[in-house]
T-cell receptor, first 112, second 111 residues
Framework: DVKVTQSSRYLVKRTGEKVFLECVQDMDHENMFWYRQDPGLGLRLIYFSYDVKMKEKGDIPEGYSVSREKKERFSLILESASTNQTSMYLC???????????FGPGTRLTVL | ELKVEQNPLFLSMQEGKNYTIYCNYSTTSDRLYWYRQDPGKSLESLFVLLSNGAVKQEGRLMASLDTKARLSTLHITAAVHDLSATYFCAVDMKGAQKLVFGQGTRLTINP
């Protein structure tokens, strides 16, 4: 079974802090994705990566950056956290030839 | 631009009843995915539909795809409380490595 893990289930940070959210997949997938999910807004794509060191902006990249130094790991970085970044963050991965995405358990981030 | 619309967005139904969730999308695609999300949890893959006319069934859920109509349906038969969740459809963007998700349908099944 595909396994996607995220470094934290719950995280509380202060405004202005730098925040790292880590995602690791164990199925050698080429593609990895970061979404945020907010009530009433569905899933919104922040960034995705289709190869090591490659990244593409999604629909709402402002205030975020990403890093993919190894194939299995995709990090989401909030350079200076703000309260409007309080959300559920979901990581997903998929293979290069087949776009079914497999999701991690999610990180619920609260920025105070 | 590919748009994916689900309806209804909210559905409250009684146990034992049948109902259908609809997923419409705006441009050509041959692949569609259904996911389930329980409150506070992540998304779990339910069905993968890979061609026109594809039908998949598991338990009380059945999904189908009509690529000509750009429509997928998720049919619930004799609903039970355990099926209460939010259901998302997602459509494969041709030529891209990403999916476009519908808004989700929050399904509540009452005893």
């Amino acid at each position: 079974d595909v396994k996607v893990t995220q470094s934290s289930r719950y995280l509380v940070k202060r405004t202005g802090e730098k925040v790292f959210l880590e995602c690791v997949q164990d199925m050698d997938h080429e593609n990895m994705f970061w979404y945020r999910q907010d009530p009433g807004l569905g899933l919104r794509l922040i960034y995705f990566s289709y190869d090591v060191k490659m990244k593409e902006k999604g629909d709402i990249p402002e205030g975020y950056s990403v890093s993919r130094e190894k194939k299995e790991r995709f990090s989401l970085i909030l350079e200076s956290a703000s309260t409007n970044q309080t959300s559920m963050y979901l990581c997903a991965s998929s293979s290069g030839s087949f776009n079914e995405q497999f999701f991690g358990p999610g990180t619920r981030l609260t920025v105070l | 631009e590919l748009k994916v619309e689900q309806n209804p967005l909210f559905l409250s139904m009684q146990e034992g009843k049948n109902y259908t969730i609809y997923c419409n999308y705006s441009t050509t695609s041959d692949r569609l995915y259904w996911y389930r999300q329980d409150p506070g949890k992540s998304l779990e893959s339910l069905f993968v539909l890979l061609s026109n006319g594809a039908v998949k069934q598991e338990g009380r859920l059945m999904a189908s795809l009509d690529t000509k109509a750009r429509l997928s349906t998720l049919h619930i038969t004799a609903a039970v409380h355990d099926l209460s969740a939010t259901y998302f459809c997602a459509v494969d963007m041709k030529g891209a490595q990403k999916l476009v998700f519908g808004q989700g349908t929050r399904l509540t099944i009452n005893p």
